[in-house]
């Protein structure tokens, strides 16, 4: 190979690997823009307002952040009384690297100024988290993962104690799939004055929507608990054993929906004891 023909195809390379950056970058922007006209649509957010702001961007990177508002008519919608009279405001803040065909980012919480974001902005400094998220180009995809270490810390009296939880999430760009799981080992809520502990471990969900025609979903979640219960230092309250539970929306053919439930306990006892272990379904 000459020189001429190295430096054409080095030259070539270049700009195919500019071309899918900048081309990659479009997508991000153009996929973002399109989920949020999505959830902007979807009855069950009214009083939700989003929207994305660049921050500062290069070529291959950008920094933007999602600024999420909660309105007077989304509590009032969910049925309860706080933040009827004001608005609940938080940002996720992304700061993500730009590759040919793929982006990978890093978010985290932005509180505003009101009294209770701040306050869960305090929460989350107590436990250690990461979440991030990226785009393939290729596959037309979107994963999500946010994961929580072992924290250990005091809020109002209560000993609460968190064992590690990894979500995940992937969906496609027009959100007609959505997949997520959650593995968590557990958590620990201790009262020292009333002497009360009440504890679960080893959570596992599994879910999945569909969307089956404009902002219409329906959805498939199973849950499983390993054990649970609740105790005092000289007897076990309750105490219980795979808990699983089950919910699934069904479309009909007339285009009529149906809400399914399911719950399974195999096994659960009460102290005193009340007679024999309790198997069954419910």
Not at 25 to 51: R, W
């Amino acid at each position: 190979m000459n020189i001429k023909s190295a430096v054409l195809l080095v030259t070539g390379a270049a700009v195919a690997f500019a071309g899918a950056t900048f081309y990659t970058k479009k997508t991000y922007e153009n996929t973002i823009d399109h989920q949020l006209a999505i959830y902007k649509e979807v009855p069950t957010v009214k009083g939700v307002t989003m929207e994305r702001t660049v921050i500062e961007e290069g070529f291959f990177w950008v920094n933007d952040e999602y600024r999420i508002s909660l309105d007077p008519e989304f509590f009032n919608t969910m049925g309860g009384t706080i933040g009827s009279t004001t608005s609940l405001k938080f940002a996720v803040n992304n700061d993500c690297h730009i590759f040919p065909f793929y982006i990978s980012c890093d978010n985290r919480f932005e509180p505003s100024n009101d009294k209770i974001t701040q306050e869960m902005a305090q929460h989350l400094q107590k436990v250690p988290y990461e979440s991030n998220w990226s785009l393939n180009a290729l596959t037309r995809t979107i994963h999500s993962s946010f994961s929580v270490e072992d924290a250990v810390f005091e809020e109002n009296g209560a000993d609460i104690t968190i064992h590690p939880l990894h979500l995940f999430s992937t969906t496609d760009f027009d959100l007609k799939e959505v997949q997520f799981e959650l593995e968590w080992e557990g958590a620990m809520l201790a009262l020292p004055e009333e002497k009360l502990t009440w504890q679960f471990s080893q959570l596992a969900t599994r879910g999945e929507m569909s969307r089956v025609f404009g902002t219409t979903f329906v959805y498939s979640i199973k849950t499983k608990i390993n054990n649970y219960g609740f105790y005092t230092p000289l007897a076990d309250i309750f105490k219980g054993e795979h808990l699983s539970f089950s919910t699934e929306t069904v479309l009909h053919n007339d285009d009529t929906f149906s809400v399914e439930y399911a719950l399974k306990n195999a096994l659960m006892q009460t102290f005193p004891p009340r007679g024999p272990w309790y198997s069954g379904e419910r």
